[in-house]
């Protein structure tokens, strides 16, 4: 089931607008990976994140390793159309680095 | 390409019958991993496999679902007996051996539409 806590579950904004979406655990992990999932296609790594505090860019992208290592959040700057998808959280955590854990996703529109 | 590769992209398929599913993991990825997809839902974890063995096998939702990969490379995942409920898009993962921080590149998926 799912371990990660991600929100929001959707969000409408309009064109040029920054969006934030974060997720939580109630366990320790030790990696943070920022997912895009658009239709009919597999999710595309945005940002992999190793390290506590860990602050990344990609282009408009920025997403940071929580200090607690219970939770990240992943920012995008200037919203553009293309933006429009669903996005997911995922990590390792400390005590098993076999499984990759999901969050439910937070779907993203985008309104020129 | 590099990628990982699924196939086939898409699959309809009677109740009742079986079906293969195909991934082809990236050159070097010694980690495998199969996730169901349902229609605007997250990913639900199958099953992980470390070379060809597979430790964790605790997704899989049934007995009609198996799955074995051979050479360390490609991967089947077979359904038998299949039911609606069955459909969904089914995504294929690889990494480098998962004892050691890493990252899961996904494929296209395939999408298996039981009628």
């Known amino acids: 089931g799912q371990q990660l806590n991600q929100s929001p579950q959707s969000m409408f904004i309009q064109e040029g607008e920054d969006v934030s979406m974060n997720c939580t655990s109630s366990?320790?992990?030790?990696?943070w990976l920022w997912y895009k999932q658009d239709p009919g296609e597999g999710p595309v790594l945005l940002i992999a994140?190793?390290?506590?505090?860990e602050l990344t860019s990609n282009g408009r992208l920025t997403a940071q390793f929580g200090i607690t290592r219970k939770d990240s959040f992943l920012n995008i700057s200037a919203s553009i159309p293309s933006d429009v998808g669903i996005y997911f959280c995922?990590?390792?955590?400390?005590?098993?680095?076999?499984?990759?854990?999901f969050g439910s996703g937070t779907k993203l529109n985008v309104k020129p | 390409g590099a990628g990982v590769s699924q196939s086939p992209s898409n699959k309809v398929t009677e109740k009742g019958k079986d079906v293969e599913l195909r991934c082809d993991p990236i050159?070097?990825?010694?980690?495998l991993y199969w996730y169901r997809q349902s229609l605007g839902q997250g990913l639900e974890f199958l099953i992980y496999f470390q070379g060809n063995s597979a430790p964790d096998k605790s997704g899989l939702p049934s007995d009609r679902f198996s799955a074995e990969r051979t050479g360390g490379s490609v991967s089947t995942l077979t359904i038998q007996r299949t039911q609606q409920e069955d459909s969904a898009v089914y995504l294929c993962a690889s990494s480098l051996p998962s004892w050691v921080q890493e990252t899961q590149y996904f494929g296209p998926g395939t999408r298996l539409l039981v009628l």
């Open positions: 050159s070097g990825h010694t980690a």
């Open positions: 995922a990590g390792q955590r400390m005590d098993n680095f076999n499984k990759f854990y």
């Open positions: 366990s320790i992990f030790n990696t």
């Open positions: 994140l190793y390290k506590a505090g």
